[in-house]
């Protein structure tokens, strides 16, 4: 089955660490996301590829950075210069060429601080 | 002002009642329209992708761009308990890596 991964489902950070968050996709899509969720405040874009080794921020990039390496792959590294990073983290995919394709979502990381 | 605005909820409703979901928009730019359905602790799900004015149904779904008003609507017909979620409009400007906007969702709850 196609589909987005995302893990771990949970994940806990300490203070000043880093942590990273996986996402994969075997939909053969060209563009990914990443979205925070935050109670009662829909999704916020942190950063988003079109393609591979290209990236771009979103409207909440601080703290955050991403690699493209593959096509596969956007993990998300939340920095410990984020200093509210307690949220839901949603990974999506879509397909650019030719039309405005609707984005697919995850399942998502709940990240918390310890 | 938010570009993009919906009623949180939360909103009841009985089973079998006709339920309808709105989202308001300031940028006239926006030119694709979608609703999601979240689950608790789950990623959203596409229910519905529209573009410019008009309808579209989908099964017991059914959603509605009115770019004149900047209004969009979802109407779920006959209702179900496994219809309750959350539900998020979303929309775009522009081609190619498309940056969503949201709103920030609506928690539906259908009460058998």
């Known amino acids: 089955d196609g589909g987005i991964t995302q893990s771990p489902k949970y994940l806990f950070r300490k203070e000043g660490q880093n942590v990273t968050l996986s996402c994969e996709q075997n939909l053969n899509h060209d563009a990914m996301y990443w979205y925070r969720q935050d109670p009662g405040q829909g999704l916020r874009l942190i950063y988003y590829?079109?393609?591979?080794?290209?990236?771009q921020k979103g409207d909440i990039a601080e703290g955050y950075s991403v690699s493209r390496e593959k096509k596969e792959s956007f993990p998300l590294t939340v920095t410990s210069a984020q200093k509210n990073p307690t949220a839901f983290y949603l990974c999506?995919?879509?397909?650019?060429?030719?039309?405005?394709?609707?984005?697919?979502f995850g399942d998502g990381t709940r990240l918390s601080i310890l | 002002q938010k570009e993009v605005e919906q009623d949180p909820g939360p909103l009841s409703v009985p089973e079998g009642a006709i339920v309808s979901l709105n989202c308001t928009y300031s940028?006239?730019?926006?030119?694709?329209f979608m609703w999601y359905r979240q689950y608790s602790r789950k990623g959203p799900e596409l229910l519905m992708y529209?573009?410019?004015?008009g309808n579209k149904e989908d099964g017991r779904f059914t959603a509605q761009v009115d770019k004149s008003s900047k209004y969009i609507s979802l109407f779920i017909r006959d209702s179900q308990p496994s219809d309750s979620a959350t539900y998020l409009c979303?929309?775009?400007?522009?081609?190619?890596?498309?940056?969503?906007?949201f709103g920030q969702g609506t928690r539906l709850t259908i009460n058998p």
């Open positions: 979303a929309m775009s400007k522009i081609q190619g890596a498309q940056k969503l906007v």
């Open positions: 999506a995919s879509s397909i650019v060429q030719n039309s405005n394709q609707p984005q697919h």
């Open positions: 590829s079109q393609i591979v080794n290209d990236f």
């Open positions: 940028n006239s730019a926006f030119q694709y």
């Open positions: 529209t573009y410019s004015s």
